[in-house]
């Protein structure tokens, strides 16, 4: 990939799994760009893809679920082509990533520096312990962590310090992206607010590019630049964070902000969506949101599935997969 | 703190939605597509569990003899053919069997003439069988008798010569005795043995053990003494045990403590011998082995079923039960039960296995069952003493035991493996 | 866009009533910790306690929706339960329509509860896996209208699921929980809570595990439910936006304290204590031009087992003075230029701030 600009590519990605039923698509031919230095958040319900998206950057693995098309490229580096001693190598130094629940990701029997420390040293043997260990320390501290909790086991943190060593993690190794996957769902509200300024100020002091995996549109629009919206296991919509939500393109965007309550506002109407997210197993034909769009159009958007691309007359950064902005919706009706 | 969003949202999946119209059946049918090997694991184990109940309940229709019948000769191995005395008789003199040999008022010769060698143990089985026929006979009154003038000679030769001349109607020797002269005699024949029928091999199909008695029947009368103790004791263990971990585990406490001190007790001796230690003091019967193997396995019940109360009482919906103003025994009925039960209901297939090969250790070593009854345990304790010369007598027991127990224990697994994934899915 | 009312005229309580539905008074829940021998021996004969509800007054008038947030360990959901009697306090009184619930024998306590009810959070959970739904919507009225015939008994449970707009009602009587959809699933939860046409409705976080697409869906129906049943709500949540478009009037929870309560609109436009402050700064607003730029308070929940002395928030409060606030632990005060607006802030309510009138920050 020739733009530097561009820290990760990912191209045409599909992902597959197994359910009882068959051959589920859990991710479905999605193109996204990351830019480097920024926050992009993706925002989806459950059986969205969101999360499966996350972990196939990662090449981790998830289940029975396989990228069956596709492309990822970091860097410059085509990841698809590595092996997995080789992605092994890239996790935790370049790529991190933070889950939900961190209690899972730290190993309950080992004292939050001697896993930093272990980390680091994997990655970097040319450090002796002790350099491991003193940044290890620093790092802590500087996620507002007092140093000499840095001995501690996982059990004795709290939820959001637990959060905040696995930003250490990555941060430990000089990470160029963190995926950061529902961080703050199990947060209270304060301590999610904190954490949220800590990823802004980590964006600005070490240029961090984070992509923020969350269903709390929120949390989006308090530190995100840019927005992709996933449905159903496909991008809905992408754009400046500005743009999608005062002026959202797409009807799921819209319907999603307006259900939303939002707290400055003067208690007024809640929109209520009709239906529920589909079943991937059997996903509606067409455009995968119409039987929920109050704006569907009867001859095309049941049958033919729109594509994901900018607009007329919209800024660069926009992309949505509508049939109400395509130029010609009639003529893909009659299958011109 | 908002909460993690998991799959609890998804809609129902049409395939669900589908095989909920389908019938029983065909749910079975099409549960092979998603279980692959374990689906076959139980399909096979419970073919043959059923078919060990079949032949548990109907002996009589499987068993050639009965379970105490000496009908066959000692230690014959499996496959070789009895002994019989065959009858000899003149080629051209169209006697075919025994019966032929009856005489009626009308006769010339009313007491036929057969001749049998001195000594030889023949002239017995001649007497018998004459005598069943002669009581048939009487019985059919149709006048004919069946009374031999019984002929003996020294030799071999002497007696096959007397056929021959015609002196006698028709001779009584081994079937080893006449193969080894009959080319000198081409006129004589042996249609059948005396019995009447021809002799066939899988008389005795695994042989017959030290008293006669034949091994096949043996092994299928004992699958119901076996298959008896074990479904009885685990039901007993299981109706008592059951209850017990229910209210355990539901009222906690002092009640829990003092029960579970005493189930863990119990549960500490090894099994063997606290079952030798209770067969011994009851007395041998068996309703004292299944009581004994029915102690054993009590505290099994009860453990599986106290821990899976403790933690289903934990449960949202028995709190929920608990606020719409649900009274303690409708709460363990009807909320705790019955997501109780399925964890149970997966070791009783294997606690029958272990049940049975408990009982027959107790049986043999020689505790539990009276010594008469027909069992596989006694059989084996009673063969190991000719394991070299006849390995037949303690092999197909033991395999008996291993191929029941294998199958009640493959299901048990079987099911545990179909049952508890869908039920956490849930 | 169809658009429906889900708020409505939030943040004004209703006619005052002479009995309120609920009465709190001093209640505490103590839960004791499991100590060790050793530890047992230290602890000079006091067993340390999860002291998670710990001082609560409060009343809930009828036909409000009483809104109670807080983060965890406020110990909201445990006030929950306490007001529906599934746990006793270990002091102070909870009073239902003037009765003392612990003066009641457990039938009549049992009797009580067709008249008070619960949501909770994981509907999935709430449901008996064993029992179909039609059955656990019908449990109730066979424990308290047992002479209804068994056809008296379905007739209603199809009413129940038609009211909580699940239709047709018999596709889904006879079907299982783990049969039914997310969406679907706390409306069940919702039918079997109402069948008895109970008075109060304590909703613990209701709307927390649905999606997000279907939870104005949710709210909706609850707002419904409330006119056409004539309910009182009891709302529990840690979603301070969410309870903008619902409550009545609101409280708010720090450490198994009320540390703030009021008419909606009082509490959330003009907050007094410093926590609530911070809780509404905090909230994401999901309007990227009004990006939060208030600091939020340092450090992090203390431990309900061992809360700090004094005003049990001062050790994070930006305006905490030393000297009196860890020293003295306010009650709730009135609020100065407020109505029916109370906050344990020693600063910002009660006599001091009549006094010297201490702007919010």
């Known amino acids: 990939m020739a733009n530097p600009d561009i820290l990760y590519s990912i191209r045409n990605l599909t992902v597959e799994y197994q359910t009882r039923h068959g051959v589920v698509k859990g991710v479905d031919d999605v193109s996204l760009d990351i830019r480097r230095g920024e926050i992009l958040g993706l925002v989806g319900e459950s059986g969205s893809g969101k999360s499966t998206l996350g972990k196939a950057m990662m090449r981790l693995r998830n289940g029975s679920a396989r990228i069956t098309a596709g492309e990822l490229w970091f860097d410059g580096q085509d990841l698809m082509k590595l092996s997995e001693r080789q992605m092994r190598d890239l996790r935790g130094s370049r790529l991190g990533m933070v889950f939900q629940d961190p209690m899972t990701s730290l190993n309950p029997v080992q004292r939050i520096v001697e896993h930093l420390a272990e980390t680091m040293l994997t990655h970097e043997p040319e450090w002796t312990e002790e350099e491991a260990r003193e940044r290890a320390e620093n790092l802590v501290e500087r996620l507002g962590i007092r140093r000499e909790r840095v001995k501690d086991y996982p059990h004795q943190m709290s939820g959001g310090m637990r959060q905040r060593v696995m930003i250490a993690l990555a941060l430990a190794l000089n990470c160029d992206l963190v995926i950061a996957d529902e961080p703050t769902t199990s947060l ?52 400046n964070v ?68 900018r607009p007329e007359g919209a800024s660069e950064d926009c992309r949505v997969a509508c049939w109400l902005h395509h130029p010609h919706p009639q003529k893909v009706a009659i299958g011109a | 703190m908002n909460l993690p969003l998991q799959e609890q949202e998804t809609p129902v999946p049409q395939w669900e939605e589908e095989l909920a119209k389908v019938g029983f059946v065909r749910r079975l049918l099409r549960a092979r597509k998603w279980y692959g090997a374990d689906w076959w694991f139980v399909a096979i184990s419970s073919v043959m569990v059923l078919g060990f109940i079949v032949v548990a309940l109907f002996p009589q229709w499987f068993a050639p003899y009965g379970p105490h019948e000496q009908d066959g000769p000692r230690f014959l191995a499996p496959g070789d053919q009895p002994d019989l005395p065959l009858l000899i008789v ?138 008896i103790i074990g479904f009885s004791s685990s039901l007993v263990a299981l109706f008592l045990g059951v209850p017990l971990g229910l209210v355990a585990g539901y009222a906690g406490g002092k009640v829990d403590r003092i029960m579970t001190v005493f189930m863990d007790s119990l549960y500490a001796f090894p099994g063997l011998i606290l079952a030798i230690a209770i067969t011994a003091v009851l007395g041998p019967s068996v309703l004292n082995v299944i009581i004994a193997i029915a102690v054993l396995y009590i505290p099994t019940y009860y453990r599986i079923v106290r821990g899976q109360t403790l933690s289903v009482k934990q449960e949202v919906y028995v709190e929920a039960a608990r606020s719409i103003g649900a009274k303690a025994g409708t709460i363990l009925r009807r909320y705790i039960y019955p997501n109780v039960i399925p964890s149970v209901s997966i070791i009783f297939s294997v606690n029958i296995a272990d049940a049975i090969i408990t009982g027959a250790g107790l049986s043999f070593l020689g505790l539990g069952l009276p010594p008469s009854t027909a069992d596989w345990g006694i059989d084996i304790a009673r063969g190991q003493e000719f394991i070299q010369n006849a390995w037949w007598l303690v092999t197909f027991p033991g395999l008996a035991i291993m191929l029941v127990v294998l199958a009640f224990t493959m299901l048990g697994e079987g099911l545990t493996e179909i049952l508890n994934p869908k039920l956490r899915d849930r | 866009m169809p658009e429906t009312r889900v708020g409505h005229a939030a943040g004004t309580a209703p006619a005052e009533e002479p009995t309120p539905l609920v009465e709190v008074r001093g209640v505490k829940k103590h839960f004791p910790l499991q100590t060790g021998f050793l530890a047992s021996l230290f602890n000079r004969g006091e067993t340390p306690a999860v002291r998670a509800v710990d001082g609560v007054d409060f009343e809930i008038r009828r036909g409000e929706v009483f809104g109670l947030a807080g983060e965890s360990g406020s110990g909201k959901s445990t006030v929950g339960r306490l007001v ?215 450090g992090e929940i203390p431990s309900p087992i061992d809360p700090p002395s004094g005003c049990r928030f001062h050790p994070r409060c930006p305006i905490a003075q030393m000297g009196l606030c860890d020293v003295e632990d306010p009650q709730l005060m009135e609020v100065p230029e407020s109505d029916n607006h109370l906050a344990a802030c020693l600063l910002r309510a009660g006599p001091r701030a009549f006094r010297e009138q201490t702007p919010p920050v």
């Open chain 3, 84 to 298: 529906l009697n599934l746990l006793e306090p270990t002091e102070g009184t909870v009073l239902f329509d003037g009765m003392d619930l612990s003066k009641l024998s457990e039938d009549e306590m049992r009797r009580l509860r067709s008249r008070m009810q619960i949501i909770f959070q994981d509907p999935l959970a709430s449901l008996n896996p064993r029992m179909t739904i039609g059955e656990a919507i019908a449990h109730p009225l066979e424990i308290h209208e047992p002479e209804l015939s068994e056809g008296q008994r379905r007739r209603r449970v199809l009413e129940m699921l038609e009211a909580v707009g699940m239709n047709p009602p018999t596709s889904y009587a006879d079907k299982y929980p783990h049969q039914s959809s997310g969406g679907q699933r706390q409306r069940i939860v919702i039918a079997r809570a109402l069948v008895t046409r109970p008075e109060l409705i304590v909703a613990d976080e209701p709307i927390a595990m649905a999606d997000v697409s279907v939870r104005s869906a949710l709210l909706d129906l609850m707002m419904r439910l409330k006119e056409e049943f004539d309910l009182t709500y009891l709302f529990i949540t840690h979603d301070l936006a969410t309870a903008k478009y619902v409550c009545d009037r609101i409280a708010i929870m720090y450490l198994g304290r009320i540390v703030e309560v009021g008419p909606l609109k009082s509490v959330y436009g003009a907050p007094a204590h410093p926590y609530t402050q911070a809780l509404l700064d905090a909230v994401p607003v999901p309007d990227p031009r009004h990006r939060r730029t208030q600091p939020m308070p340092r």
């Open chain 1, 188 to 239: 209270d509200v304060i301590v999610e607010a904190k954490f949220l300024d800590l990823l802004k100020e980590l964006r600005d002091e070490f240029n961090l590019t984070i992509l923020l995996i969350t269903h709390n549109i929120g949390v989006v629009a308090e530190v995100a630049d840019r927005v992709a919206v996933m449905y159903a296991a496909k991008l809905a919509e992408i754009g």
């Open chain 2, 90 to 227: 003149r080629a051209d003199s169209g006697f075919t069997s025994l019966e032929d040999l009856a005489t009626g008022p009308d006769s010339e010769v009313s007491r036929p003439p057969i001749a049998v060698v001195r000594g030889a143990p023949t002239a017995g089985s001649l007497r018998e069988q004459a005598a069943l026929i002669d009581d048939e006979l009487q019985d059919a009154d149709t006048g004919m008798r069946l009374r031999p003038n019984i002929q003996r000679f020294d030799t071999v030769e002497e007696v096959l010569q007397s056929v021959q001349d015609g002196e006698s109607f028709a001779a009584v020797m081994s079937s080893v005795q006449f193969e080894e002269v009959a080319d000198q005699f081409p006129d004589l024949e042996a249609p059948t043995d005396i019995s009447g029928g021809v002799a066939s091999a899988g008389d005795f199909t695994l042989g017959t053990n030290q008293i006669g008695q034949d091994v096949l029947s043996r092994l299928i009368w004992g699958t119901r003494i076996a298959l």
């Open chain 1, 242 to 309: 500005n743009d999608v939500f005062e002026k959202p393109l797409h009807p799921y965007t819209e319907g999603l902000l307006k259900s939303v309550p939002n707290i400055e506002l003067d208690s007024g109407a809640l929109y209520k969506m009709q239906g529920s997210p589909p079943d991937l197993s059997s996903p509606p034909s067409g455009c995968r949101f119409h039987p929920r769009c109050p704006y569907m159009m009867e001859e095309v958007c049941p049958v033919y599935e729109p594509p994901f691309e």
